[in-house]
């Protein structure tokens, strides 16, 4: 298991892994309602704060979004490499995400068109949004925590880890 994340309202739960496969367990008695091919290790599973969207991805390198309640397919992005990150924003407008192309993508949900790309200098690990979703905080194996303001894409801080970050969260 790589990955796991309730919906926002608890109903569902959904997880992968080594398994290549992404598994919906409704919450009132764990049964599965979905099990859908992922191609490979899932590494990513984030629903939207509304619980409409499902994002996953991983070793496939591709990152897909479902609509939850369909599971219809809404876009499927080509990462150039591994996804290992994934976060919606607090209001559910941006999806980003990054991996081992080394660049932080920007997603708007209103169409899923990137609307920014950034060069994370190495293996993007970690992608958080504040809760009020002013800042945007990224790392990975650059040894660095990037903080940017979310509207403006300006550079805010940039930390020295002292070693590769692998999680990351604001209070």
């Not at 704060?49 to 994002?55: E, Q, S």
């Not at 979004?65 to 941006?94: I, M, N, Y």
């Not at 009020?132 to 660095?144: E, I, P, S, V």
């Amino acid at each position: 298991l790589f990955a796991a994340a309730f919906s926002p309202d608890g109903s569902l739960l959904a997880w992968g892994g080594s398994n290549s496969r992404l598994t919906l367990l409704a919450t009132d008695g764990w049964a599965p309602v979905a099990e859908l091919d992922a191609g490979s290790w899932l590494r990513v599973v984030v629903f939207s704060p509304d619980g409409r969207f499902l994002a996953w991805g991983g070793d496939n390198w591709f990152l897909t979004v479902l609509a939850t309640e369909s599971r219809e397919q809404l876009t499927r992005h080509d990462c150039k490499g591994e996804l290992f990150a994934a976060a919606f924003s607090p209001d559910g407008s941006l999806l980003a995400w990054g991996g081992s192309n080394s660049r932080l993508t920007l997603l708007a949900t209103d169409g899923w068109a990137p609307v920014a790309e950034l060069d994370a200098g190495s293996w993007l690990r970690v992608v958080v949004f504040s809760p009020d979703g002013r800042f945007l905080a990224w790392g990975g194996d650059n040894w660095f925590l990037t903080v940017l303001a979310t509207e403006s894409r300006e550079q805010l801080t940039r930390h020295d880890c002292k070693g590769e970050l692998f999680a990351a969260a604001f209070s």
